[in-house]
């Protein structure tokens, strides 16, 4: 049953510390996002990337996030410094990039920072 | 700027009777829209989609229409069920030009009383 993997699943932290979210996408996907959920602003686009290269980042604050994909199975999403307003719940997803397709999300991370 | 509209208030229906739930944008012309389910705690999970070319769409109880005339889109679970209950969010998409994100609506709580 191929999923999509989070790593951590909740992660506390306090305001200025440097947090490192990771996503495993489905064996095969070769486009990957990161998406970010809170109760007022709902379900946010940040970045997404193709066969590992990044293709839009315009959703993410660029002076604190960054995204990578070292590689075709491990893709980071990195706040540094965080602050309480970063206190939301991040989803990775991946896909077969194409003209039309589904996403599948992962379980996400629920980041609490204090 | 773009805006996708979803009833923010829950939606309660007795088990059995048909649940419609409302999908209305405004400055967006899509390509294609999805809808997913989500449930407390977990990711959002690929229920349907339906391109801008297709009024209509089914899988076994599920069916959405598509009306870019009103820019609204409907999604009806027919004979619904306890286990139905979750919050279902639309999300519209371009296609092609690298444009693969989608953006989401806040999601509708769909309760099933029995």
């Known amino acids: 049953d191929a999923r999509v993997t989070q790593t951590p699943r909740h992660k506390v932290t306090e305001m200025g510390q440097e947090v490192t979210m990771r996503c495993q996408p489905i064996l095969g996907h070769n486009t990957v996002f990161w998406y970010r959920q809170t109760m007022m602003q709902g379900l946010e686009l940040l970045a997404y990337f193709r066969n590992r290269a990044p293709l839009d980042d315009s959703g993410m604050p660029k002076d604190r996030f960054s995204a990578e994909m070292p590689d075709a199975t491990l893709a980071t999403l990195k706040i540094q410094p965080s602050e309480p307003r970063d206190s939301a719940v991040y989803f990775c997803?991946?896909?077969?990039?194409?003209?039309?397709?589904?996403?599948?999300f992962g379980p996400g991370t629920r980041l609490t920072v204090t | 700027s773009q805006k996708i509209e979803q009833n923010s208030e829950a939606l309660n229906i007795q088990e059995g009777k048909t649940a419609t739930l409302t999908c209305n944008y405004t400055n967006y012309s899509p390509a294609y829209l999805q809808w997913y389910r989500q449930d407390p705690g977990r990711g959002p999970v690929f229920l349907l989609l339906i391109r801008e070319n297709e009024k209509e769409k089914r899988k076994e109880r599920l069916k959405v229409t598509f009306d870019t005339t009103l820019k609204q889109s409907l999604f009806h679970i027919t004979a619904s069920q306890p286990a139905d209950s979750a919050t279902y969010l639309c999300a519209l998409g371009s296609s092609g030009g690298g444009a693969d994100g989608l953006t989401f609506g806040k999601g509708t709580h769909l309760i099933i009383q029995p």
């Open positions: 997803a991946s896909g077969l990039g194409g003209t039309i397709y589904e996403q599948y």
